[in-house]
């Protein structure tokens, strides 16, 4: 009897130690394998010890030190083995042994602790612990596990984690007591209950508390990207304005140039026409869209380009972009082009410095494709390329704001490495 029972404990504390781990990014299967056989090997350590402070009647404080102890073993292994941060997998190993806790002493609780006095009511209540188990186990796997980790990450600030820590303090003490306490025959039901059920509190706690931080720190984003979009509205109207003002002086420009070269008197004179003409004709290259936003964007991206030595080559259906905000234009297009330029920079050989630029429709849908050769490798977070020289915390802001304007057209972005080639792909339902 106490052999299965203690099978079930670690069967309990297994499955939910995978529950909350298995939606997370791990480095590989392999560290994940060694990371579930670590967790087993624990779970098992600390069933045995458990049971030697409960065979000798150690005092709760010693209980409560097995458990911390299966929680802090639980932390390392899921940081060594996964690779998570330090506040993330303890943060998890917090997670799993206190919804393990709760599952061994529910049953109890709801058949009002059964007499176990020969094996067919035994059997029963293990059927009984094993399916509710599992049952609770299935519903948390698919709803909490998957809500809570934010693109496979328990993104865990402190405040947070030394909150959950008070919390599992205090969860981690009432089962200790139950635990040292003889308390399916010694303690009162109403009691009982109301320590049951504290337990179960704090794991609503504890969830809620997730939400909170979670959309605490959405809010905090949201507010960045609406301010980067006011910034990009700001610099619409002024770049809109600098080049309509630019355009008007090239005009006249090349007028007196024209003028000029009807009277000309030397050699030397014509090579400074030609060389005034050459640098005039720069606002000429860039190629008209039919989209007044759109030429805004590329004339002025086209100086940088021409700076660093970057080719920056359109084909573009300009009306097809109509529907769209003209903001949303210039800030989908801008922010794109602003992280194409500091990549394909990064190449030593000016031949490979090119970004390709495709908008047209198709089957009544806006298809926008934006390419750039890349330096090496690329990494992501949340789907969005991550330059090579920051860190995992790293948030792409101009790319979460084109994100935010498609959303408000139900597009879709999608960012995609493939033979050498980044490549920003924009797809929008014509309205």
């Known amino acids: 009897m106490e052999f299965l029972l203690g099978a079930i404990n670690i069967a309990g504390d297994f499955a939910a130690v995978y529950v ?11 560290n994940y394998a060694l990371f579930l056989m670590s967790a087993l090997v ?4 600390a069933v045995r010890v458990e049971a030697i402070v409960l065979d000798k009647a150690y005092p709760v404080i010693f209980t409560a030190l097995c458990e911390a102890a299966k929680i802090t073993a639980l932390g390392f292994a899921a940081h060594s083995c996964i690779g998570s941060g330090w506040l993330g997998s303890f943060y998890t190993a917090i997670w799993s042994i206190m919804t393990a806790e709760f ?49 496979g990450v328990y993104r865990t600030g402190p405040r ?8 599992a303090l205090l969860h981690v ?30 794991l609503i706690i504890l969830y809620l508390q997730n939400e909170l931080f979670k959309k605490s720190a959405m809010k905090k984003e949201m507010e960045a990207v609406n301010a980067l979009l006011y910034k990009r509205k700001q610099q619409y109207e002024i770049a809109r304005q600098n080049i309509q003002l630019i355009n008007r002086r090239v005009h006249d420009l090349k007028l007196l140039i024209s003028d000029l070269e009807n009277d000309r008197q030397d050699r030397k004179t014509v090579e400074v026409l030609e060389k005034v003409q050459e640098a005039a004709g720069i606002y ?14 590329l004339t002025d991206k086209s100086l940088v380009c021409e700076s660093k030595g970057i080719k920056i080559s359109c084909v573009a259906d300009g009306q097809s972009l109509a529907f769209l905000d003209a903001v949303d234009i210039f800030t989908i297009f801008n922010n794109i ?22 908008v047209h429709t198709r089957q009544k849908f806006l298809v926008i494709n934006i390419l750039h050769p890349i330096f090496q490798a690329v990494k992501f977070k949340d789907g969005l390329p991550v330059p090579r020289n920051e860190s995992a915390s790293y948030v792409n802001y101009n790319i979460k704001a084109v994100r935010e304007i498609l959303r408000r057209y139900d597009g879709l972005l999608n960012c995609e490495e493939k033979n050498g080639v980044f490549t920003y792909r924009i797809v929008i339902p014509v309205v």
């Open 160 to 167: 947070q984690f030394t909150s959950a820590v008070t919390i």
């Open 103 to 151: 599952l061994h002493e529910l049953p109890l609780l709801i058949l009002r602790f059964p007499r176990l006095s020969d094996a067919y009511s035994t059997a029963l209540y293990l059927v009984f612990r094993a399916a509710f188990t599992a049952a609770v186990l299935v519903i948390i796997w698919k709803t909490a596990a998957v809500t809570m980790p934010q693109s």
């Open 20 to 30: 909350f781990t298995a939606k997370l990014k791990h480095g590989s299967r392999k």
């Open 337 to 358: 082009l602003d992280d194409c330029i500091d990549a394909v920079s990064l190449f030593q050989d000016t031949s490979r410095r090119s970004i390709d630029i495709l």
């Open 42 to 45: 624990l779970l098992c350590a």
């Open 284 to 297: 000429d290259s860039v190629v008209k869209t039919g989209s007044d936003v759109l030429d805004t964007v």
């Open 173 to 202: 003490g009432i089962f200790s007591y139950l635990m040292t306490t003889n308390w399916m025959t010694l303690l009162p039901w109403p009691y009982l209950l109301v320590l049951v059920f504290a337990q179960g509190y704090c």
